[in-house]
């Protein structure tokens, strides 16, 4: 990094990354979003650690992570959104129907 500076050049590191917590979960709040994850995705692969030079390919598992990450996020909320929209879709239906003086409340 001090290298990088002396020269003239500037450190930039990437807007989504794992360095602190906070930057953790917003980055895991975009992968969730399944925007930009991939580039996610492939910053991590070439990290190395804090102010250090990527090295391309460094940490090839980061890609299942990030996969297994997408997956298991991306499906959960889904699945809670689709059995909201079920349960209102049948609240909705009972009540048009007429026959919520037969349904227990």
């Not at 980061?62 to 909201?84: H, K, Q, S």
Request: some cysteine; charged content about 10%; aromatic content about 12%.
């Amino acid at each position: 990094m001090w290298d990088c500076i002396n020269y003239g050049g500037e450190w930039v590191t990437p807007d989504l990354n794992y360095d602190t917590t906070l930057t953790s979960m917003l980055t895991l709040l975009t992968i969730q979003t399944t925007e930009g994850w991939i580039d996610v995705m492939w910053n991590s692969v070439d990290a190395v650690a804090p102010y250090s030079q990527p090295i391309e390919n460094n940490n090839v598992p980061m890609v299942f992570y990030t996969m297994v990450m997408v997956i298991i996020i991306c499906l959960l909320f889904i699945e809670l959104f689709v059995g909201i929209v079920v349960q209102s879709f049948n609240n909705q239906k009972a009540l048009l129907s007429g026959n919520q003086t037969l349904e227990r409340v």
